[in-house]
């Protein structure tokens, strides 16, 4: 493991509220030609599990029809902090959760239903009903975790953090 990973890990109920916080996320696959595909998705995260919304063709799905196991990303940038008067003095200011595991298609309907609505309340909240017609052809798919290891690097005091935006 590495040093930061043994100093700056999130608890489960940070990483909980990490993810309930992300609006997007990446999800890694491996390609036919053995290099990883990174892909940004939509995601909700439920019962401890995480969903994402995508389609059912594609680089994406072909990968996972080969090979099932993804890496998900996900991680929320808050600034930087200057510990020094040096440019290589500079740090990102994050927290970041990662999942290892393997990714299962949802079939039943009324589990996507609530999956998608999940998101869509997520994304945009008060939005609400659902055309159940659309809800069969959707695809939603859902990481089995291997591994969840999460993440942060903090500023130390004394040192002038810069808010992401400016």
């Known amino acids: 493991m590495q040093p930061n990973m043994m100093n700056n890990q999130l608890k489960e109920d940070e990483i909980v509220s990490l993810l309930d916080r ?27 599990v995480v969903y994402i ?18 890496c998900f990303t996900a991680w929320e940038r808050y600034g930087y902090e200057h510990c020094g008067i040096a440019a290589c003095d500079t740090t990102t200011v994050y927290e970041s959760v990662i999942i290892k595991g393997d990714v ?11 999956v998608l609505l ?14 159940l017609k659309k809800v069969p052809p959707t695809a939603i798919y859902r990481i089995v975790p291997k591994s969840v290891t999460g993440k942060y690097h903090r500023p130390m005091p004394g040192n002038i953090m810069c808010p992401r935006n400016q």
């Open 22 to 48: 992300c609006d997007v996320g990446a999800i890694s696959t491996i390609g036919a030609d053995g290099y990883p595909y990174s892909t940004p998705v939509n995601f909700v995260q439920m019962d401890g």
């Open 53 to 70: 919304h995508g389609r059912r063709v594609g680089e994406k799905m072909d990968n996972i029809k080969n090979d099932s196991r993804v």
């Open 104 to 114: 299962e298609m949802i079939t039943d309907d009324g589990v996507k239903a609530k």
């Open 118 to 131: 999940a998101i869509v309340e997520k994304l945009v909240p008060g939005k609400t009903g659902m055309d």
